[in-house]
C-alpha cells in the first residue's frame, strides 16, 4: 500500500516534470541555453500565476503584464542602483545615469523620492512582491466588492495595463520612458552571484518554479482550493453558504499578482532589463495565450504551455520572417485551442491516457481518477459522462 | 473655447466612427469582439491595397471595405463566434486570437512598416466653419459618422432584418419559435459590425499612420464608448462618444495627450463599477 | 462574528420569542409592488408552508429573507437582530439556510465536496488554507447524506445525478450548514409521486431540529409535512391557519378559484 504510494507519487507528473526541470543543466552546458531555459521558466511562473487566477478561481484577468512589469521594474531599480554607472556619478548617493542626462546643466543632481527607498536591495525585492500584491487587492476591492464580474474583469484589467504602460512611458524622468531601466548590477544575494548565464540563477528560478507548482497543488487541495472551485461553478449560490465570496476572490487575485511579481523579478535577474514592453498587453494577452494552449486548469499545463510556446518561437527566431508565421500559426492553435478544447492541451492529453487504459480504468478506477485529476480539473461540455444522466 | 469644443466633436466622431460596429454586435448580442480592432486596420488596409494596385478613388474604398470586412465578419461568426455563445469569456478570446490571426497575415503581406494613404485633395484644406477654419478631413471623418449612424439606426428600425434583430436579442429561444433563424440573423449581424468596423478604417488611414498594429488602440476606445454609452443603446452610443471626446480634448489640453488617454480609461473602469448599465442607458428593468 | 453566530445557535431562545419576525415588508420592481406589506412570525421549531397562485410573491420573499433582493421597506428580524439590510453570506451566518427553486448545486464537483462546500465551519480563506475531509467533518457528511438518502453517491459528480437526488443532494447541503431556519422553495418541484414521498420524509425528520419555511404547490405533501399554511396573494398575506380552516376560507376559495385553483389535491 505504502510502496504503491510511493510509487504513484515518483510517476506523477508533477514529480516527473519538477524532476526534469532540475537536471535539464546536466544536459544542457551551453550557457546561452541556461540563460534561455531560465527565461521560459520564468514564462512558466507567469503561466502558474494565470493558472490559479483564472483556472482555480475563474477570474480571466487579461493585465496580468501589469503585475509582472511592476515586480521586475521594483527589481530593477534596486539594482540599476546598485550597478557601477550610478555608483560614480560623482554624487554621495547612487544616481541612475539617464537622471543626470535628464537635469539641465545647474540644476542640482538628486535622487527622485520614489527612488530613495530602493538603494536597498532588500526593500527592491520585497517591493517586487508586495507592490503587484497590493495594487491587486485594491483592484480586487474595488471591483468584487462592487458586484464585478466576468467579462468585465477582463475589459478593466485591460484597461489597468493599457494605464499603467502609457503612465510608464510618460513619467520619463523617473522612469527613463521607452527605454527602461538598463545596465544593471547582477543580482548579488549574501554572497552568491546570479549570473545571468550561470547555474545558480537558473537553479534560483527553477526552484522556485517547482516549489510554486507543488505549492499551488497543495493550494488546489485546501478548503479554500475546492471553494475556488465551488465559486467558479456558482458565485451566487456560495454566498447562501456564509462564505464572503469577494473575499475569496481578493485573495486567489492578489495572491496570483504576487507570483507575478515574483516572476518580474526573476525576469530582471535573467535577463537584466525592465521596459515598457514587459508590461504591456502583448505579455498580457500571451501568458493567456500559454495558460490556455497548455490547459487553463492543469497547473502541469500551464507550465508546459509557456515552455512550449516560448522555446518554440526562440527555435524559429533564427530567421525574421519565420517568427511572424509562428505567431500566425500560435494564433490558429489558440482559437482552435479555445473553441475545441477548452481545457488545452492537458485536458486531451487526460482524456487520451484514459482512452488508453479503459481495461485498466475498471480494476484500479481511483487511482487512475486521482491521476487524471492531478492532470486536470474535468469541465462539464467535454465531459463524456454528461451523457449519461438521461440514460 | 469655440476650437477645443470642434476639437472635441472631431475626436467624439472619431470615437463614434470606431466603436459603431463594435456597438451594434456588443449590443445586441452580448459579444465582446476582440478582433474589432484589427478589423478596422484591415480596412485601412484595404484603402492602401485598393489605391495601390487598383487605383480606386480614396471614397470609393468605403464601400470596398465595407463588403470585404462585412464577409470576413460573416465568415468568422459561421466559423467560430457562433460555438460559443453559451462561452462568454470564450468569445472574447477567440476573438482575440482572431485578431492576432488577421494582425500577422497582414504584416506578412504587407511588412510591419508604415503605410501611405492618399486622400483626394478637397479633403485636404481647411474648411470654415462659423468663421473658424478646420480641416476638411475632420469635417469628412464627422459626416461619415453621422451617415454611417443614420444608416445603422435605419437598418435596426426600418429593415426586415433590424426587427428580427432587436427580436433575438431581446431573447433568442422565443424568436426562434416563431420561425426567426436566430444563426442567419446573428451572422448577418456580425458582418454588419465588422463591415462598419472596416469603413472606419477607412476613414482613420487618411489621418493616422497605418501599420499592422494600429488596431490594439482601436479596440479599447471603442469599448469604452460602448460600456460608458450604456450597452443597448444607440443614443447613449453617441452621448458618450460626445463626452469621451470632450473630456478627452480637455484632459489632452490640460495635460498632455498620453495621460488624456490614461484619465479615459480610469473613467472607463469607474463607470463599469459603478453604473455597470453605462450612464446613459435608459433606466429598463 | 462568527463565534458570536455559535453561540447565539447554542442558547436555547425563550419559547415567545419568535424566531424570524417579518413586519410590513415591502418591495417593488420599477413601481410594481410584488410584496406589499408583508407580516409574517415563525417560532422556534415551526414547519410552515406558504402557498399562493404564480406572482403571489411566495419566491420574492424567500429572497427578501435570505438576502438576494434588497427590500424597499419593512423589517426582517431573525432571533432578535435586524437582518434587513445585511449581505447574503452574513444573513446565512447568522444562521439561515436557503434550498433554491431551481436546484443549485455544484455540478462539476462530487457529492461529497458539494458537502464540504456547504459544511462551512469558518468563512475565512487562512482558516481554509488545509486540507479537506477532516474526520470530524467526513462523519457528520455521511450522517447527512445518509439522511437525504445519497450515501452511495458520494464520489459522484453532481452532473451525474437525476432531478430528485440534486434536490436531496441541496437540501442535505442546506443541512450541513446547520442553520436554524430552512428556506426550502419548492422542493418538490418535477418530483415523481414517490420522490416527492420521501422528500417529506426527510422533512419529517427533521421537525423540531430546525425551523422550516416551505414555499409549495403540491397539496398532498402539504399534508404530509405540516398544519400551518400562510396564502399569500398579491404580495400580501391572504389568510393564515390549519389546512381545514384555509381550504374552507371562502377568501382563498374565491382567489384561487379565480386564478385558476391550485389546490388541486
Known amino acids: ?391 | 473655447m469655440l476650437g477645443s469644443l470642434l476639437s472635441g466633436l472631431s475626436i467624439g466622431s472619431v470615437l463614434l466612427l470606431v466603436a459603431l460596429g463594435l456597438m451594434v454586435i456588443y449590443g445586441t448580442m452580448g459579444v465582446i469582439n476582440m478582433a474589432h480592432g484589427d478589423l478596422v486596420m484591415l480596412g485601412a488596409y484595404v484603402t492602401v491595397f485598393s489605391q495601390r494596385l487598383l487605383h480606386v478613388p480614396f471614397l470609393l474604398c468605403l464601400p470596398l471595405a465595407f463588403v470585404f470586412t462585412g464577409s470576413l465578419g460573416w465568415l468568422i461568426e459561421r466559423l467560430i463566434v457562433r460555438r460559443l455563445y453559451s462561452r462568454l469569456l470564450d468569445t472574447l478570446l477567440a476573438t482575440w486570437g482572431i485578431g492576432i490571426i488577421l494582425q500577422q497575415v497582414i504584416r506578412l503581406t504587407f511588412g510591419p512598416e508604415l503605410q501611405n494613404v492618399s486622400v483626394p485633395v478637397f479633403l485636404t484644406g481647411e474648411t470654415r466653419v462659423g468663421g473658424i477654419g478646420m480641416p476638411s478631413y475632420r469635417l469628412a471623418v464627422f459626416l461619415v459618422s453621422v451617415a454611417l449612424l443614420l444608416g445603422v439606426v435605419a437598418i435596426l428600425h426600418r429593415t426586415d432584418l433590424g426587427m428580427r434583430l432587436r427580436a433575438v436579442s431581446q431573447n433568442p429561444q422565443i424568436s426562434a419559435c416563431h420561425g426567426i433563424d436566430v444563426n442567419q440573423v446573428r451572422a448577418w449581424t456580425f458582418a454588419l459590425g465588422a463591415g462598419l468596423a472596416g469603413a472606419a478604417g477607412v476613414m482613420v488611414s487618411g489621418f493616422n499612420a497605418v501599420r499592422p498594429t494600429m488596431g490594439s488602440s482601436y479596440v479599447v476606445d471603442s469599448f469604452i464608448v460602448v460600456v460608458v454609452g450604456g450597452v443597448s443603446s444607440l443614443a447613449g452610443t453617441v452621448a458618450s462618444a460626445a463626452l469621451l471626446g470632450g473630456v478627452n480634448s480637455v484632459m489632452a489640453w490640460l495635460t498632455n495627450d498620453v495621460l488624456a488617454k490614461a484619465v479615459l480609461l480610469l473613467l472607463a473602469i469607474a463607470v463599469i463599477r459603478f453604473f455597470p448599465k453605462g450612464l446613459f442607458s435608459a433606466q429598463a428593468r | 462574528m462568527v463565534q458570536r453566530a455559535i453561540a447565539s445557535r447554542l442558547v436555547p431562545s425563550s419559547p415567545q420569542q419568535a424566531l424570524l419576525d417579518v413586519r410590513g415588508l415591502e418591495v417593488s420592481f420599477s413601481g410594481l409592488k410584488v410584496v406589499d406589506g408583508l407580516d409574517l412570525t415563525l417560532m422556534p421549531g415551526e414547519v410552515r408552508v406558504l402557498i399562493g397562485a404564480n406572482g403571489a410573491g411566495k419566491t420574492t420573499t424567500m429572497d427578501l429573507i435570505s438576502g438576494k433582493t434588497k427590500p424597499t421597506g419593512g423589517t426582517i428580524l431573525f432571533k432578535g437582530r435586524n437582518i434587513t439590510h445585511l449581505p447574503p453570506h452574513e444573513i446565512a451566518r447568522a444562521g439561515i439556510g436557503r434550498k433554491f427553486q431551481i436546484p443549485s448545486v455544484f455540478k462539476d464537483l462530487t457529492v461529497t465536496e458539494n458537502m464540504q462546500v456547504a459544511l462551512c465551519c469558518s468563512p475565512s480563506v487562512f482558516a481554509n488554507l488545509r486540507q479537506c475531509l477532516q474526520r470530524k467533518d467526513q462523519e457528520r457528511i455521511s450522517t447527512i447524506l445518509h439522511q437525504v438518502g445519497l450515501s452511495h453517491l458520494s464520489r459522484e459528480p453532481a452532473c451525474n445525478l437525476s432531478h430528485g437526488q440534486t434536490q436531496w443532494l441541496e437540501i442535505g447541503m442546506v443541512l450541513a450548514q446547520s442553520p436554524d431556519l430552512v428556506l426550502l422553495d419548492e422542493p418538490t418541484a418535477g418530483m415523481t409521486v414517490q420522490e416527492t414521498r420521501k422528500t417529506a420524509e426527510i422533512i419529517n425528520a427533521l421537525r423540531g431540529k430546525h425551523t422550516i419555511l416551505v414555499v409549495e404547490h403540491d397539496m398532498t405533501f402539504v399534508r404530509d409535512i405540516c398544519h400551518i399554511i400562510t396564502v399569500m396573494h398579491q404580495g400580501r398575506k391572504l389568510a393564515e391557519g390549519t389546512i381545514e380552516a384555509i381550504e374552507s376560507n371562502p377568501e382563498v376559495l374565491e382567489v384561487y378559484l379565480g386564478s385558476g385553483g391550485v389546490i388541486h389535491a
Open chain 1, 1 to 391: 500500500m505504502n510502496l504503491l504510494r510511493i510509487r504513484r507519487f515518483m510517476l506523477s507528473p508533477y514529480t516527473l516534470l519538477s524532476a526534469a526541470i532540475l537536471i535539464v543543466p546536466l544536459f544542457v552546458v551551453d550557457p546561452f541555453w541556461i540563460n534561455r531555459l531560465g527565461l521560459y521558466l520564468v514564462f512558466s511562473i507567469l503561466a502558474l500565476s494565470m493558472a490559479l487566477c483564472w483556472g482555480q478561481a475563474g477570474i480571466l484577468s487579461l493585465g496580468h503584464g501589469a503585475f509582472f512589469g511592476l515586480g521586475a521594474y521594483c527589481m530593477a531599480m534596486s539594482l540599476k542602483l546598485l550597478s557601477p554607472d550610478s555608483l560614480n556619478q560623482g554624487t554621495p548617493f547612487p544616481l541612475p545615469d539617464f537622471i543626470t542626462w535628464n537635469t539641465p546643466p545647474g540644476e542640482a543632481l538628486k535622487l527622485p523620492w520614489l527612488w530613495v527607498p530602493f538603494q536597498n536591495l532588500g526593500f527592491g525585492m520585497a517591493a517586487a512582491l508586495l507592490v503587484p500584491a497590493l495594487f491587486a487587492a485594491v483592484v480586487g476591492w474595488f471591483v468584487f466588492y462592487g458586484g464585478v464580474s466576468g467579462v468585465f474583469i477582463s475589459i478593466i484589467t485591460l484597461a489597468l495595463v493599457v494605464i499603467l504602460n502609457l503612465v510608464v512611458i510618460d513619467q520619463q524622468p523617473i522612469t527613463n520612458g521607452f527605454n527602461g531601466l538598463n545596465n544593471l548590477a547582477p543580482f548579488d544575494l549574501a554572497g552568491v552571484v546570479f549570473d545571468p548565464y550561470g547555474l545558480p540563477a537558473y537553479y534560483l528560478i527553477a526552484g522556485i518554479c517547482v516549489l510554486l507548482l507543488l505549492g499551488l497543488r497543495w493550494l488546489g487541495s485546501t478548503r479554500a482550493g475546492l471553494l475556488f472551485r465551488a465559486v467558479q461553478a456558482d458565485e451566487q449560490r456560495v454566498q447562501y453558504f456564509g462564505y464572503d465570496v469577494a473575499v475569496y476572490k481578493i485573495f486567489a487575485f492578489s495572491l496570483s499578482a504576487l507570483i507575478a511579481g515574483l516572476a518580474g523579478l526573476l525576469f530582471v535577474v535573467n535577463s537584466q532589463y525592465a521596459s515598457p514592453t514587459i508590461m504591456d498587453v502583448s505579455i498580457s494577452i500571451a501568458v493567456v495565450v500559454w495558460t490556455a494552449v497548455g490547459g487553463r486548469q492543469s497547473l502541469i499545463g500551464a507550465v508546459l504551455g509557456a515552455l512550449a510556446i516560448n522555446g518554440a518561437q526562440n527555435a524559429l527566431s533564427e530567421s525574421g520572417s519565420l517568427v511572424h508565421v509562428w505567431q500566425l500559426i500560435i494564433g490558429i492553435v489558440f482559437v482552435l485551442v479555445v473553441v475545441f478544447l477548452p481545457r488545452g492541451l492537458a485536458g486531451l492529453g487526460a482524456d487520451l491516457w484514459q482512452h488508453l487504459r479503459p481495461q485498466a480504468k475498471a480494476v484500479e478506477a481511483p487511482a487512475l481518477v486521482a491521476e487524471a485529476e492531478l492532470l486536470s480539473v474535468p469541465v462539464p461540455q467535454n465531459s463524456h459522462q454528461s451523457g449519461q444522466r438521461q440514460s
